[in-house]
């Protein structure tokens, strides 16, 4: 129960009590909380109270609701950690989450300025372009664009990736020692398009990443623009030391 004689305010009292029990999993993904009504009735507070706990929990990406139905629990977001190189798929795999690619396109065109600068080679040269749509439990999570050099990975369209890890095919299949990568991430709106390939609503929040890989020769071997829903993943950096000022 809540204590009023703390100094929290008891809307942050109600919210934290609401998220410990969808941590414990006492409400699990997909499941109806109770209604205004009745957290009022149980946290004994007011209807303002509940809806502002109840509010900030959807901001959070822990609760959705659905006009006529209810407030439902969503499901965790997928968090990448920025200090490793780790694929789409084994971020998914290591989150317990089942990754899967229900769209994919293989194409050969001459490498856009902005990406063959990236890869350091020729404007107009020949790249390697691989469009896929990712999948987390079901659901559709990221639009992938992968850009290679032919250089790097010869007849890549004919041989195409081996199982869900672009990563591990470069490993296994093309002796690629994947060393350093750089990502700049940027936030932006749904576009018709995306919306509809990502099921949700144009607008919508979306994370905007271009990263760039580079192996052991500190050769660039891909771009990859990964546009993924707001609502479903997150960016967790590790940050230790302060810069010295004297």
């Not at 992968?146 to 490993?171: D, Q, R, W």
């Not at 690629?176 to 990502?198: C, H, N, P, W, Y």
């Amino acid at each position: 129960m809540l204590d009023k004689s703390r100094p929290i305010p008891l809307y942050y009292q109600v919210k934290e009590s609401l998220l410990e029990k969808i941590k414990s999993r006492q409400f699990k993904v997909g499941d109806l909380i109770p209604s205004e009504a009745e957290l009022q009735e149980q946290y004994k507070v007011s209807r303002i109270t509940i809806r502002r706990a109840i509010q900030e929990l959807v901001q959070e990406g822990h609760l959705y609701t659905r006009q006529g139905r209810g407030t439902f629990v969503s499901r965790p977001k997928v968090s990448q950690e920025l200090n490793l190189i780790t694929s789409w798929a084994e971020t998914m795999e290591e989150m317990g989450m089942h990754p899967e690619t229900r769209k994919i396109e293989y194409f050969e065109e001459p490498a856009p300025v902005d990406i063959a600068r990236l890869l350091n080679i020729p404007i107009g040269d020949k790249v390697y372009k691989i469009v896929r749509l990712r999948y987390a439990d079901g659901e559709p999570t990221c639009l992938m664009t992968n850009y290679l050099s032919p250089a790097v990975v010869p007849g890549f369209i004919e041989k195409g990736i081996k199982g869900e890890s672009l990563y591990e095919t470069l490993e296994k299949h093309y002796n690629v020692v994947l060393s350093r990568a750089e990502e700049t991430v940027e936030a932006r709106a749904a576009k018709a398009s995306e919306a509809q390939l990502l099921n949700i609503k144009r607008g919508a929040p979306l994370l905007y990443a271009t990263r760039v890989t580079y192996d052991i020769t500190d050769r660039p071997v891909e771009v990859v623009i990964s546009i993924s829903r707001g609502d479903r993943y997150s960016y967790r950096i590790k940050l230790s030391g302060r810069k010295k000022t004297i």
